[in-house]
């Protein structure tokens, strides 16, 4: 249990992470469920939308052909019974009809087998038809009423009916009956098959349009008419090929007809599933940005914990440092006040330790300093021409009585040549030098050797610091000039440090416009590379003109 808490508490903001991806994943898997049930429901809809509209331009026709027929047809019996047939014609005449190719009306109160005329709508009068296939399909189609009427038989609310037992003459027949709902007649009307197909159906396309698809959808739709025999009769585009989507046969007339709706770029499932596709993507790239800004902002709190944890080890560690010096100080000064010292020569060692803890001690603070006023933008330098193997030198001497009791050796290796004099700012240039010193001895592990190399280049002078210790690992390397960061491994847990010697270094140096880099092997040691530019210009004629910058 303990181990669970203590692995909780290290690894907190991962937990918040599964805590937060867990849910979304549970929601993706019910949403990617969802969609699939919304794309075959969408498959079903989108095929039912095209047959209703299908079934919508059958309604349209067969609203025109009976509202047509009604007003046409609508004959009173009393013209017949009373012979008063020329009010038949007057009617024909006074309200013609469009999508009709005849009119005519069988009257069954003169004769048994009836009377056949045919409106003529030049004379506008009622002639009788001469022998034809239009006069027989007529017979044919009143037949059975003439036969309703032969033998008496009453008809109650007979409506209109259509007979289309010839291709060539369909016809819509309306039964005249008496007050007794006797047939004295029929009244009928043979239609124009090329005003169907060229006028009636496209009207009937265009009009149902918008009532079910939207004006973006209309364009990927072609819908096709074609008689009993398959061939294409009406088309609102270029024949599509292949089968249509949907199929339906008009209700009316023209029954033997079949009404197509083609989809050319896709069928209502592949339409479904373009569909469910895209909500996939557009919920799975809403995930992932969202799982992004997730990771982001836990990333941010992790690295804002980690410095959190790595300032309170800094605190901790500059406490320890400070501790150190001190404490030297104060056990050497304790021997001086209480006269322990047997000889002048102890009382100068004594002396020495005192002044190298204290320089120590002043560098630690000056390092502390100096980061501060580096992150805030306020470090200043002082530049001017500089023997560079002079401040080497004074940087070593202040190791020596530090470096005396643990055995430490520092070769230093001048060039062949002497150095120009470079401007630079010497004790920020010394800072740094001690920084990688202290670096050199901390991490030297069992060894005991330092080099120390000075050597022309052809931009400046390059000064390097070797040690044969530890190593870093390179998994380390990358962050090694972070603020704060150390190496985290077993081999450095016990060696005290602040983190920040190596970031003071690299901003040192890249304000002087030179560059630092370093070498490292684990188990072999690691050597630091210090470039300082030959050439710097100095600012003149402004406050506190001693201030550098780099050229």
Partial sequence: MATLADFLKRHTLWAGFAAVLAPLLVMLGLQFVWLSRLEQVSAIAHKATLNNYLEGVGTEVEYFYRSTAERALNIPAAYLTRGRLEEVANHWKKKPVEGVRSLFLVDYTRERF????????????????????????????????????????????????VDERNPEYRIILNPITDDAWHVVGVAGMILDEPYFRKELLPAAIRKALPDFFSNAGTNDLVVTVRDARGRLMVSTHDDPGGGPAAVSRLPFVFRDWTLGLHSPRSTPEQWARANFTFNVTLSALLAIALVSGIALALRAANRAMMLSEMK?????????????????????????????????EKVQAYGEYIEAESRRLSRLIDNILDFSRIESGRKTYRFGPTDLLEVIAATLKTFE??????????????????????????????????????????????????????????????????DHGIGIPKEHQSKLFEAFYRVDSSHTASIPGTGLGLTIVKAIIEHHGGRCWFESEVGKGTTFFLLIPARLEIKRGEPGSEIGSMA
């Fill in 401 to 466: 009585v530090r470096l005396k009791p643990s055995g430490f050796r520092i070769a230093f290796e001048g060039p062949a040549a002497p150095l120009p004099l470079v401007t630079i700012d010497a004790d920020a240039i010394g800072q740094a030098l001690h920084n990688l010193l202290d670096n050199a001895v901390k991490y030297s592990g069992a060894s005991r050797d330092i080099r120390v190399r000075a050597a022309r280049d052809q931009e400046g002078v390059v000064i390097s610091v070797q």
């Fill in 312 to 344: 309170s080890d800094f605190v901790s560690n500059v406490s320890h440092e400070l501790r150190t010096p001190l404490s030297s100080i104060r056990v050497f000064a304790e021997l001086l006040r209480l006269g322990r010292a047997p000889s002048p």
């Fill in 114 to 161: 009836g009377n056949f005329h045919v409106y003529d709508p030049e004379s506008g009068t009622l002639v009788s038809p001469p022998a034809s296939e239009e006069a027989l399909a007529i017979i044919v189609a009143c037949t059975p009423w003439q036969m309703l009427s032969y033998r008496g038989g009453s008809a109650a609310s007979p409506g209109l009916s």
